[in-house]
């Protein structure tokens, strides 16, 4: 019987490959040759923080020891010294792991180690990202301040073949007391490049990692949004883990204003202005909203480049293309709404338009919302973009789409319709349509989808496949 099997306490560390069926498909031979190098790799660090590798299975690794301390340190070391072995290599070879370490009983046998405390294990393995570390409560409160690393709390975890949720951490480098974010003002340089129309586009980049270029939409201010809700919580997350590139769009922003031609067709130019200004190959392509229909439009424009199509919360068609008068009339009032009362300093007018985007916005949350869309444009452009948003239709577009592509929205999101997202998920050949709970069309950290949106954007990006 179970009770007779030595066990003990221990930290276990389970290690697995992002994406190896893939790499193994399309690079077989040179595939094994880095899985074995990183293997090596993985042993030697393992010996040196006094662990033991306990089981090889393929692409997966299980260690355990006896110190939690040496368990994460070991983690850490390990994605370090993998990402430098992965540094002069292309996305698509790079051979990625993710850590899971977790703190529990195992059952010793044959020199293998079994139980709960590494399933949990392998389990905290598939929450972490490409090239990061999960880790358990257990884990995250033996460890105190005791490493030179922050973590964020993912809440409690929902995952396969565990019957309680699992309570989740991220491990992020840097120190406790270090900043929790480097999302100051400084963090960005803010660039200019003139489209062959002669506007000046305003774009910038932040973090490090992958290439993710966010489509513009509506009322961006590159500087605002690193500074405050709604948008800072949004940057700081896909800069941690991506090198973001974002632009603010014709009339918008910090970018020229007084435009003449405001126009769906300009958008979709725009973004391939600021994508050849960089020289970007290939990328992933973020929408948000109307953003959504540009990021469709150009992967049907340059199928090449973008690596990943990731469209969240956005629509097919404009409001004034669904086929709804009711929809028609409310659109046509919000802009006379919005050429009226702008750019006043009471917020009424822009309250109405915020509270679409945030109906479960925090008095904070809405206030500084309220300032971006008056910073971002003038009334006049403001109501010239809102009429340009609502022509929008990319329904031709859909079944022409290559890219793999992730749909993402809010069941009762109260600016989009839901259904526009299932859309572009049931026209894109083989989108993965995840839909999340909320009505918010822009998600915040309070949020109880916020986690799992940036999971999915994740997993997604890191395999490198639709279904991931």
């Known amino acids: 019987m179970d009770e007779h099997l030595p066990r003990k306490l221990a930290a276990i560390l389970y290690a697995d490959v992002a994406g190896y069926s893939r ?13 074995a190098e990183s293997l090596d790799l993985i042993s030697a660090l393992v010996d040196e923080y006094r662990g033991k ?18 368990a994460v340190s070991c983690a850490a070391a390990v994605q370090a010294g993998l ?17 899971g370490v977790n703190l529990g009983d195992v059952i010793e046998d044959r020199g293998d180690v079994y139980g709960d405390g590494v399933n949990v294990a392998a389990r905290l393995e598939s929450l972490a990202e490409p090239g990061g570390i999960c880790v ?41 007391d270090r900043p929790t974010d480097e999302m100051g003002p400084e963090a960005q340089e ?33 500087e605002y ?62 929408g948000i909203s109307q953003g959504c229909a540009v990021s469709v439009a150009y992967a049907h424009r340059h199928p090449e480049r973008v690596s990943h199509l990731i469209l969240y919360g956005g629509y097919v068609r404009g409001w004034r293309l669904r086929g709804d008068a009711q929809e028609v009339a409310r659109g046509e009032a919000m802009s006379t709404l919005i050429g ?14 915020t509270t679409m985007f945030r109906p479960d916005a ?63 998920a049931a026209r894109i050949p083989s989108a993965r349509f995840v839909p999340l709970e909320g009505r918010n069309h822009l998600l915040a950290p309070s949020d109880a989808s916020w986690n799992r949106l940036f999971q999915e954007i994740r997993a997604f990006v890191g395999s490198g496949e639709s279904d991931a």
């Not at 290439?211 to 009322?219: C, E, G, R």
């Not at 702008?342 to 822009?350: H, L, Y």
């Not at 577009?397 to 989009?416: E, F, G, K, N, Y």
Request: glycine share 6%.
């Open 23 to 35: 790499l193994t498909g399309a690079h077989e031979d040179a595939t094994h040759r880095r899985l």
């Open 190 to 222: 803010v660039l200019f490049q003139m489209t062959p129309d002669g506007v000046s586009l305003a774009y910038s980049r932040i973090g490090r990692g992958p290439v993710m270029v966010k489509a513009a939409n509506w009322a961006n201010h590159l």
């Open 340 to 353: 009226q009362g702008w750019g006043q300093d009471n917020p009424a007018f822009r309250q109405l338009f």
């Open 225 to 286: 949004e690193m500074l405050h809700p709604p948008w800072r919580p949004w940057w700081r997350e896909l800069a941690a883990r991506f090198e973001l590139v974002r632009y603010d769009q014709r009339g918008n922003g910090l970018s020229d204003r007084d435009v003449s031609d405001v126009s769906f067709e300009k958008f979709v130019d725009d973004l391939e202005t600021v994508v050849d200004a960089l020289g970007l190959e290939r990328f992933a392509l973020l």
């Open 362 to 424: 925090t008095p904070e949350e809405l206030e500084h919302f309220n300032e971006l869309q008056r910073r971002a444009a003038s009334p006049e452009h403001a109501r010239r973009l809102f009429e340009a948003f609502g022509t929008i239709d990319v329904s031709s577009m859909l079944q022409d789409i290559s890219t793999p592509a992730l749909v993402l929205h809010c069941r009762d999101d109260a600016r989009a319709p839901f259904d526009e997202g299932r859309t572009f």
């Open 83 to 99: 990402a430098e072995h992965n540094r002069d290599l292309p996305d698509d070879r790079q051979v990625r792991f993710r850590i």
């Open 136 to 176: 358990s409560d257990a884990v995250r409160a033996a460890l105190g301040n005791r490493l030179d690393l922050s973590y964020e709390d993912l809440g409690q975890q929902r995952v396969k073949n565990i019957a309680e949720p699992v309570h989740a951490h991220r491990v992020v480098a840097g120190g406790p």
């Open 53 to 70: 590798v306990t089981h090889f299975a393929g692409d997966a690794v299980l260690a355990t020891f006896d110190a939690v301390v040496d």
